[in-house]
């Protein structure tokens, strides 16, 4: 049996990437996000909110003492250093949850031709090479600004340029559009992953 062809889904903050990945859905394949990969490991792993707590203290805590990622965010984007120490916490665990969804997925007894990983940073921690496929969604800068609801600029200083993803990518969108052409191009490479996949 094939396996499902492992398509990650990156670009900037603000370009579509979780429209993609919903589109993706809609063309029948199996989808997870790393963005809520993090958000259920801050919110029910032991060992990261005690790893967190350890190192900023009961001030990231909300009032019922879960971990509250706005004030983490905060944080780490106003300070590198913790930034770097938080992704060297958590990405190795979206790593491997991810991959490990990956089997499960294709063990199923009918497995989907494509399973879709949004992977935000997905050049920058060298993360191509555990995937088949790489999308990349891009948009021009002041699309972005309209759509980004937060500021944006201290974390797309550290992302590398679309112009560096989409030299490297399989497929490439500029999503300026409506969401219908965005679902149109996500049905032609699912089109042509089923045919690579026969």
Same mark, same amino acid.
């Given at each position: 049996m094939a396996r499902p062809v492992a398509v990650a889904i990156t670009g900037g903050i603000g370009a579509g990437k979780s429209e993609a990945l919903a589109a993706f859905a809609r063309y029948g394949a199996a989808v997870v996000s790393s963005d809520e990969i993090v958000h259920r490991l801050l919110r029910d792993d032991p060992a990261v909110g005690k790893a967190l707590t350890g190192r900023f203290g009961d001030r990231i805590l909300d009032e019922a003492g879960q971990i509250d990622r706005t004030k983490i965010a905060e944080i780490v984007f106003a300070d590198n250093e913790a930034l770097e120490w938080l992704e060297a916490l958590?990405?190795?665990?979206?790593?491997?949850?991810?991959?490990?969804?990956?089997?499960? +997925?294709?063990?199923?007894?009918?497995?989907?031709?494509?399973?879709?990983?949004? +992977?935000?940073?997905?050049?920058? +921690?060298?993360?191509?090479?555990?995937?088949? +496929?790489?999308?990349?969604?891009?948009?021009?800068?002041?699309?972005?600004?309209?759509?980004?609801?937060?500021?944006?600029?201290?974390?797309?200083?550290?992302?590398?340029?679309?112009?560096?993803?989409?030299?490297?990518?399989?497929?490439?969108?500029?999503?300026?559009?409506?969401?219908?052409?965005?679902?149109?191009?996500?049905?032609?490479?699912m089109s042509e992953l089923g045919a690579r996949a026969e």
């Open positions: 958590l990405h190795p665990l979206v790593v491997q949850e991810y991959l490990d969804w990956r089997e499960q +997925v294709a063990e199923l007894p009918d497995p989907p031709p494509v399973t879709a990983t949004e +992977v935000p940073l997905l050049y920058e +921690v060298g993360g191509q090479d555990r995937f088949d +496929v790489v999308v990349v969604v891009t948009a021009p800068p002041a699309v972005l600004s309209a759509r980004a609801t937060v500021a944006t600029d201290d974390r797309e200083s550290r992302l590398l340029p679309d112009s560096v993803k989409v030299a490297q990518a399989d497929f490439a969108f500029v999503n300026d559009g409506s969401l219908d052409e965005l679902d149109a191009f996500v049905g032609e490479v």
